[in-house]
C-alpha cells in the first residue's frame, strides 16, 4: 500500500514538474475541416467507447445464460447457443401481442415448417464495432499519406509567431522572421500552379468518407438482419404492444442442443437463453441510429460546400474573399486580396487557406502582403521585408537566439 502511495506521488511530482516547466503549448498542423474531424476523431473515439462497453459487459458480466434439461451442463449448452447462435419464432412475435406469450418470439416452435429468426451477431458485436472504429479512422491515414506534409513544410517554424516575448528560449527576432516569412513566400509562388494533386486528394478523401458512412449503414442493415435502416423511426414511432427493440435485441430467446442417446438415437433439448448484453446493444444501435444520419448529413454537407466553393471561386470575388478572411485574424488589404484571389487556381487558393488557419495574422498578414507584391500587385513595403537577393531560403532553417 505504501509502495503504491509512493507511485501515485511520484506521478503528480512528475506531472506537476513538466506543467511547471512548459510555459507553451504547440498546436498539431491542421491539414483537415471539421467534417473530417467528425469522422476520425469523434466517429472513432464514440464507436471504440461502445466496443470497450461492451467488451467489458461481455467479458466481466456475462454473455449468455441458458436454462436447459438438468442432464445437461450449464456450460456445455451457455457455450454452444453463444457460438452457434440462438433464435426466436416469428409467429410467436405475433402471438405476443395477443398476450399468448411472454417474451416476444419465445414459445413452442416447429423447426420445419415455422419461420425463425436466428441472432448470429450476437457474439460479434464488439468486433464489428471495433471494425467500424477503424473504418472511420482509414480515410484520414490515406489522406496524410497523400497530403505529404505539405501544410507542414510551408507553416513549420511559424508556430512561436505570437510567443516572441515569452520566453528567451523560443524568442525569434524581426530579422530571423523576416527572413523566414519570406522563404514562405517565395515557396508558395514557386509552387503556384502545382497543388492540384494536393487539393484532389483532399476532396478523394472527403468522398472516402461519404462512402465510408454509406457503407457502414449498409453493412449495419445487413448485420442486423434487415432491421438497421428503421431502428430509429420504430423507436420514435412504436407501432403495437411488442417493442421493436425486442425483437431486434430479444433478451430471452431459444435454442435447440442436440445429441445422441443411450440407443444412438437424436435427441433434441430445448433451452431458454438470457441475453443480457442485448440491453447494451440495442441502446448502443440505437445511437449510432441518430449518430450516423447525424454524420451522413454533415458530410453530404460538406461535399456540398465544397463543390460551392469551388463553383464560386471564379465567379464571386466577395465570397471567395470572405472565406479567406475567416481563416486568419490578420488585417489583409481587400483590394488586394481580390487580385490575388481572382488570378489563383482553386487548388492554390485553397492550399493558401490551410496556410491561413495554420500560421499566426500577424505573420500571415507579412507573407501575403509580400506576396502581392511579388505579383505586382503592391509596392514594397521596405519596413516590413528585408531584401534576400534571389536564392531561396529553406523553409527549416531555425536559429536560436540566446
Not at 440495442?282 to 460546400?305: A, D, P, Q, S
Not at 466577395?318 to 488570378?343: E, P, Y
Request: hydrophobic share 45%; proline share 2%.
Amino acid at each position: 500500500m505504501a509502495k503504491t502511495s509512493e507511485t501515485r506521488l511520484g506521478v503528480v511530482k512528475t506531472f506537476l514538474s513538466i506543467s511547471q516547466n512548459s510555459k507553451i503549448s504547440l498546436k498539431a498542423v491542421s491539414i483537415d475541416n471539421a467534417v473530417f474531424k467528425l469522422h476520425y476523431l469523434l466517429s472513432h473515439k464514440l464507436l471504440l467507447i461502445c466496443t470497450a462497453f461492451v467488451c467489458g459487459h461481455q467479458y466481466l458480466g456475462g454473455h449468455i445464460d441458458c436454462i436447459a434439461d438438468k442432464g445437461i451442463s450449464s456450460n456445455v449448452i451457455n457455450t454452444f447457443c453463444f457460438s452457434t447462435s440462438t433464435f426466436t419464432v416469428v409467429n410467436n412475435v405475433n402471438r405476443t401481442r395477443l398476450g399468448a406469450m411472454i417474451h416476444p418470439g419465445v414459445g413452442p416452435v416447429d423447426l420445419d415448417s415455422e419461420e425463425v429468426i436466428h441472432h448470429a451477431y450476437y457474439q460479434w458485436v464488439p468486433f464489428v464495432l471495433f471494425a467500424q472504429a477503424m473504418l472511420f479512422y482509414i480515410p484520414r491515414l490515406v489522406w496524410g499519406h497523400l497530403e505529404g506534409r505539405r501544410v507542414e513544410y510551408f507553416v513549420k517554424g511559424f508556430e512561436f509567431a505570437p510567443l516572441e516575448l515569452i520566453d528567451k528560449e523560443v524568442r525569434i527576432n524581426r530579422d530571423l522572421r523576416c527572413i523566414r516569412i519570406a522563404a514562405l513566400r517565395r515557396a508558395f509562388v514557386e509552387r503556384l500552379g502545382y497543388n492540384e494533386y494536393w487539393a484532389a486528394s483532399l476532396v478523394f478523401c472527403e468522398l472516402l468518407n461519404a462512402a465510408n458512412v454509406i457503407f457502414q449503414g449498409y453493412a449495419m442493415q445487413k448485420f442486423l438482419g434487415g432491421s438497421f435502416l428503421n431502428l430509429g423511426l420504430e423507436v420514435i414511432y412504436p407501432d403495437g404492444d411488442v417493442d421493436r427493440l425486442d425483437v431486434v435485441f430479444p433478451k430471452m430467446t431459444k435454442c435447440t442442443f442436440h445429441k445422441f442417446g443411450a440407443t444412438g438415437s437424436i435427441m433434441n433439448h430445448d433451452a431458454l437463453c438470457v441475453m443480457p448484453l442485448n440491453a447494451v446493444n440495442e441502446k448502443i444501435y440505437v445511437f449510432l441510429w441518430f449518430w450516423m444520419i447525424f454524420v451522413g448529413v454533415m458530410t453530404m454537407g460538406g461535399l456540398l460546400w465544397r463543390v460551392l466553393t469551388l463553383c464560386l471561386h471564379s465567379r464571386w470575388e466577395g465570397f471567395t474573399v470572405a472565406l479567406l478572411k475567416i481563416s486568419n485574424s490578420g488585417a489583409l488589404d481587400h483590394r488586394s486580396l481580390q487580385k490575388v484571389v481572382m488570378v489563383m487556381k482553386f487548388s492554390d487558393w485553397m492550399l493558401l487557406r490551410y496556410i491561413a488557419k495554420n500560421i499566426h495574422g500577424i505573420a500571415f498578414k507579412e507573407m501575403f502582403d509580400g506576396f502581392c507584391e511579388e505579383l505586382g500587385f503592391k509596392k514594397p513595403d521596405e519596413s516590413a521585408f528585408t531584401t534576400l537577393g534571389e536564392e531561396t531560403l529553406p523553409l527549416d532553417s531555425e536559429e536560436r537566439i540566446s
